[in-house]
């Protein structure tokens, strides 16, 4: 469960705890019927105080977020949301329920645009694009690195790329050095 939170922010820190949790919870990061870590340990690890934890984990309880289990352990709600609401079931309705939570929250959307980027940047790349000027030896190297590595793999011409720069989003780039 990967989480920053910002000190120098105007938002309380329990309140962002709250929200990156529930960011967890709708982009798949954090799965029904998950355990969540106890308040101390959660504490420890964002290091905040306890009482901030137990906060933001009170405020998802109310939201349905989140739902107490025996011996107070807390687990992601079998239909989290508020009012127990079905998850998006695009990236289109999860972006369109994302703006308008954050503006119900006071949230500007150059607010909101500056977080998702900066947390974009922070992933780790999800996909290899192969940067390569002939198109037979770009699918070559394409399905050679896609059937090593197991993982996607996508790729250009260097005057796409050029074009289209919003193509490294996300990747892990390969190109000759006489491309570079």
């Excluded at 900066?118 to 059937?147: T, Y």
Aim: with cysteine; net charge positive.
């Amino acid at each position: 469960m990967k989480i920053s939170l910002s000190k120098n922010s105007d938002v309380p820190l329990r309140q962002q705890l709250a929200e990156q949790i529930v960011f967890l919870i709708t982009t798949g990061q954090l799965h029904a019927g998950q355990q969540l870590p106890s308040v101390r340990a959660l504490a420890r690890r964002v290091k905040v105080q306890h009482n901030t934890v137990s906060e933001a984990y009170q405020d998802l309880v109310r939201r349905n977020w989140l739902t107490r289990q025996r011996g107070s352990r807390l687990i992601v709600g079998a239909h989290a949301g508020p009012g127990g609401q079905k998850s998006p079931s695009s990236l289109d309705e999860l972006i369109n329920e994302t703006i308008q939570r954050a503006k119900q929250m006071g949230y500007s959307l150059q607010a909101l645009t500056e977080c998702v980027r900066n947390r974009l940047l922070a992933e780790p790349p999800d996909h290899f694009l192969i940067v390569e000027e002939e198109p037979g030896l770009r699918e070559i190297i394409r399905h050679e690195v896609q059937e090593r590595l197991g993982w996607p793999v996508e790729s250009c011409s260097p005057e796409q790329f050029a074009k289209e720069p919003g193509l490294a989003v996300g990747a892990q780039v390969f190109a000759p050095n006489h491309i570079i």
